[in-house]
């Protein structure tokens, strides 16, 4: 039997007037041009990228040990770095070299290569990634007067449209493949980095196309294609693509000085409704989302809504999952408002929600601890909305969590996420709390610690 894969792979960005009007071939000599205009109009806002990538060896786990640093000298278990190369495609937004491409290959790179269609080169910095999202947004330097490409409205591409994917796959330089739209909304296709929704093609797409780009037939941006479903390892026919909606707020962001990707909080977590659910509620057809937790200080919380409520749409379009609402709020942005349809009972209402940062309060007061304690270089944090929407915990989360373990945490059973919870009897509150009592311990340290939902014990001596 063969296993499924989930691969990341590229493609290519195109843009033209969102107005645009579809025009099929009216007679054989427009059939027999096929694409060629169009590719000819997209082409040259498509580039090559090549990044490097500088991955630090695995560590010795007694390098971080003074007595075994001074036993066999500073050299002893030194990670050797591993030089990585990544090839890519990517799409010009802006004629003065704004890029946007997939995280998964640009994201954590060292030095990043530009190669355009003409063969001009340049080099290039991330200025605003998301590893979620898998979206970064490049600037190329010392760039002017580039080809670029505009955006098309992604709420309004329809299945069975026909699409162009270019892009660079397996290195072989700029190609190009078509085919159609053969979905939307699919939500259930996170991979590699990307968590979310997607547009779904069955245009090849194959490895080095990550970060290229989906277009119509008029040349308008569709999506950024960042992912395959395979079984073999090359394109099957079920290519998924980031909106274009989505990216055009990355690009917005970007250029407005932005260096990460702020995106609504809403505070809560929900589930997809299924057929039982729908019955339970007395629903004749199963739409919405469920709203099964919220934060005191969501904005959803604010405007009324409750546990037990479903969330039909936001803004007028349809949401049927958490990905799929968590992407509408994104592409509206921080700082504005959605109209947010709500079920309760047969109750239904539109209701206006603010669209803000989740909030840092109370204060995060993140300490790293020095060498007057037992575990220098553990980092902690108090939880809160910020702390919780960064590090994925759940809403109810409360107390003090651990941002970095640092080398003695992590020998310790520590790890990032971890909540802690007591040490040597001491219930923790703040961070502060966790200093003090890392602070001349005494021989035996117990730590209570709170993973993943599971309640966990950790016992050493020092």
């Given at each position: ?174 190609t190009v493949s078509s085919g159609i739209i053969s979905g939307l909304a699919r939500t259930g296709a996170a991979t590699g ?6 547009i779904q093609t069955d245009a090849a797409i194959n490895p080095g196309n990550s970060g290229g780009a989906l277009i119509d ?246």
């Open positions: 039997m063969f296993r499924t894969l989930l691969l990341c792979l590229p493609l290519a960005l195109l843009n033209a007037p969102v107005m645009a009007q579809t025009k099929v071939p009216q007679s054989q000599a427009e059939i027999s041009i096929g694409f060629a205009p169009v590719v000819k109009q997209a082409s040259p806002a498509v580039v090559n990228i090549y990044a490097k990538i500088v991955r630090q060896g695995r560590a010795n786990p007694f390098f971080s040990d003074p007595f075994f640093q001074d036993f066999f000298g500073r050299g002893f278990g030194e990670p050797r770095p591993r030089v990585q190369n990544s090839l890519g495609s990517g799409v010009i937004l802006s004629e003065d070299g704004y890029v946007v491409s997939n995280y998964h290959v640009v994201g954590t790179a060292t030095e990043i290569r530009v190669v355009t269609t003409d063969r001009r080169e340049f080099s290039a910095q991330v200025v605003l990634g998301d590893k979620e999202s898998d979206i970064a947004i490049l600037r190329l330097k010392e760039a002017e007067d580039l080809p670029y490409l505009q955006m098309r409205d992604s709420d309004h591409v329809e299945v069975g449209e026909l699409a162009l994917a270019i892009g660079n796959p397996f290195g072989v330089g700029q980095n990307a968590r979310g929704y997607f037939v008029n040349g308008d941006l569709i999506g950024i294609n960042t992912a395959i479903l395979t079984r073999s390892g090359g394109s099957n026919g079920i290519g998924f693509a980031i909106p274009a909606n989505l990216v055009a707020e990355f690009l917005r962001q970007a250029q407005g000085g932005h260096d990460s990707f702020v995106s609504p909080w809403a505070g809560m977590a929900g589930q997809h409704m299924s057929a039982d659910i729908a019955e339970s509620l007395g629903l004749v057809i199963p739409l919405g989302v469920v709203i099964s937790d919220l934060h005191p200080l969501s904005p959803l919380a604010e405007a009324g809504l409750r546990v037990g409520d479903v969330v039909t749409h936001v803004d007028g379009d349809e949401v049927n999952s958490p990905a799929e609402m968590k992407f509408r709020m994104a592409v509206a942005g921080v700082g504005g408002t959605s109209m947010v349809t709500r079920l309760r009972g047969e109750e239904r209402a539109e209701v206006e929600i603010a669209l803000i940062k989740a909030p840092d309060t109370p204060a995060a007061e993140e300490t790293t601890l020095d060498d007057q304690t037992v575990m220098p270089g553990l980092t902690v944090s108090r939880v809160n909305p910020a702390v919780i929407a960064r590090m994925g915990l759940v809403l109810s989360q409360t107390g003090v969590v651990v941002v970095d373990a640092g080398p003695y945490g992590g020998r310790s059973g520590l790890r990032a996420g971890d909540v802690v919870n007591n040490i040597n009897g001491t219930e923790i509150e703040t961070p502060r709390d966790v200093v003090g009592a890392l602070t001349d311990p005494g021989r035996r340290i117990n730590l209570d610690i709170l993973r993943g939902g599971r309640s966990i014990s950790l016992r050493f001596r020092l």
